[in-house]
């Protein structure tokens, strides 16, 4: 069964940073794609960036490029999101998540495996 679980939301306010962890105990990096995704109140989930660990490959939304970055740690088996710049849009419950088809993408019908979600308030 993969487990995946994401830490490091909070409060934070705009302009500020925040480097969400998600832990992924016993998956081969290598075999999947792993995606972060949030979702607002009201509004759907939406895929924010996603990484390919065997090519080192990532690919992120329009509205994070150059803001946030999505990295991996293959020995602790942790995906990272480096949150900078951030805006109070960017508040939202952030998930991540595993495709183990192992193909870059950012809609929600590609990944298999979700964790819990945390959440990332950012005030004004």
């Known amino acids: 069964e993969v487990q995946l679980v994401e830490s490091g939301g909070g409060l934070v306010q705009a302009g500020g940073s925040l480097r969400l962890s998600c832990a992924a105990p016993?998956?081969?990096?290598?075999?999947?794609?792993i995606g972060w995704f949030r979702q607002a109140p009201g509004k759907e989930r939406e895929g924010v960036a996603s990484i390919i660990s065997s090519d080192g490959v990532t690919y992120y939304a329009d509205s994070v490029k150059g803001r946030f970055s999505i990295s991996d740690d293959n020995v602790k088996n942790t995906v990272y999101l480096q949150m900078n710049s951030l805006k109070p849009e960017d508040t939202a419950v952030y998930y991540c998540?595993?495709?183990?088809?192992?193909?870059?993408?950012?809609?929600?019908?590609?990944?298999?495996?979700w964790g819990q979600g945390t959440q990332v308030t950012v005030s004004s």
């Open positions: 998540a595993a495709d183990p088809g192992g193909f870059l993408s950012l809609r929600v019908s590609s990944y298999a495996y």
């Open positions: 016993g998956l081969t990096f290598d075999d999947y794609a």
